[in-house]
């Protein structure tokens, strides 16, 4: 069975730092183009960011020079990498893979003061 299980949320302060991390299992992600989602409280899921199977990666403007997506097919793991962190940051995060539309359960990332 195909999952991916995502980790790392947490409460930070704005301004602040967080990794998120996607653990894939059933499948390797070495050929696989991963996405990361969020969902705020009462709004839709949006798009995030994506890294392709070369480590190309593309941001949403909202998170362009915040954001940092990597990959470590050795461990068959995505990272979100968060920094100066903002209120609107708030959501829940998932991880996706792409072609196979496989969601994880998603990680709590709440900035407030």
């Known amino acids: 069975q195909v999952q991916v299980v995502e980790s790392g949320g947490g409460l930070v302060q704005p301004g602040g730092s967080l990794r998120l991390t996607c653990t894939a299992s059933g499948i390797s992600i070495e050929n696989q183009s991963m996405e990361w989602y969020r969902q705020a409280p009462g709004k839709q899921r949006e798009w995030v960011g994506i890294?392709?199977?070369?480590?190309?990666?593309t941001y949403d403007d909202s998170v362009k020079g915040r954001f940092t997506i990597s990959r470590d097919n050795t461990k068959n793991t995505v990272t979100l990498q968060m920094r100066m962190l903002e209120i609107d940051d708030t959501a829940v995060y998932y991880c996706r893979i792409r072609v196979l539309g496989v969601w994880g359960q998603g990680t709590q990332v709440i900035v407030s003061a």
């Open positions: 890294i392709g199977t070369l480590g190309d990666t």
